[in-house]
């Protein structure tokens, strides 16, 4: 029987709005809903906490309490998931970035906002669904090991075109355009966005694109296991940081049903679809 120690991940979703605009991506959401809902089922009293590694939305955009795209089976299960006692954080990814950064920092889930006004600060609203947002990275303690949890993309600098499009959308120009642009336009970009139904991975995104200073930085800011998403597969390496053997996983995604666990100290993956391949085959 596992305790709280053990951690679920959750890398690389993509769930899509019911609401998407093509009757495809309307079928992918409510697909990926059941098989969330039995996932979520299927931890409860296995897990003492839930780290979703980002892009858990195909695209994510809140503004001053609105939200682009009807999420609001997804919400309701990760709310009723935390309301029976799953810790649940989200890391940001390339495509659910603008729900806010930095670390929480009052009892209220309050912290330093995306869109940070003059007065206070932006609460994300993943917040009223259970999911406690950390920006880009989330540390963990396990088994007298610290886990930093990211996404991964700021790690592929060898992907020059992609690392340009990043700075753009997440820069000084991305916030300056996803602040002041009329909602109704916002709207809609994204929206036309989320109907995409297959995520096309870049073939170039492989492990050699992970750049070696990029990951020793990272590791030089604290931690003794990298664990990220983001390739879509699994991939995992070692790195000698200033005399320590440091790890880096990352996670297969769970839109081809790929999952990580941490517990006494070590990082695995497994397969949700077979677990349940495999149950249904002993049931029988």
Request: glycine residues 10%; charged residues 25%.
């Amino acid at each position: 029987m596992a305790g709280p120690e053990r951690v679920y991940l959750l890398a690389d979703m993509h769930l899509k709005p019911l609401d998407a605009p093509n009757p495809e991506a309307q079928a992918l959401a409510v697909r990926d809903n059941e098989r969330l809902a039995r996932f979520l089922a299927h931890i409860e009293g296995r897990a003492g906490s839930l780290v979703l590694l980002g892009d858990t939305f195909n695209f994510w955009f809140e503004r001053r309490g609105k939200i682009v795209g009807d999420y609001a089976t997804a919400l309701a299960l990760f709310r009723v998931a935390a309301d029976n006692g799953l810790d649940i954080h989200h890391v940001s990814g390339n495509r659910d970035f603008i729900v806010g950064e930095g670390l929480t920092f009052d009892a209220a889930l309050r912290y330093p906002g995306f869109f940070r006004m003059k007065r206070g600060t932006t609460v994300s609203r993943l917040t009223d669904y259970g999911i406690e947002p950390h920006g880009p990275r989330y540390r963990l303690h396990q088994a007298g090991k610290t886990f930093t949890c990211i996404h991964g993309d700021g790690l592929c600098r060898g992907d020059a075109a992609f690392m340009m499009l990043r700075w753009l959308l997440q820069g000084p120009v991305g916030r300056t355009v996803f602040r002041y642009s009329p909602w109704l336009f916002m709207d809609s970009l994204f929206a036309r966005q989320q109907g995409r139904t297959k995520i096309r991975v870049n073939q170039k995104r492989n492990a050699a694109l992970f750049d070696k200073d990029t990951v020793w930085r990272e590791f030089a800011m604290g931690g003794d296991c990298i664990v990220c998403g983001h390739l879509h597969r699994y991939h995992e390496e070692e790195h000698d940081v200033t005399g320590r053997r440091c790890r880096l996983v990352a996670l297969p995604a769970w839109l081809d049903g790929g999952y990580g666990i941490i517990e006494n100290g070590e990082v695995r993956v497994e397969y949700f679809d077979r677990l349940e391949q495999k149950r249904e085959s002993d049931r029988l």
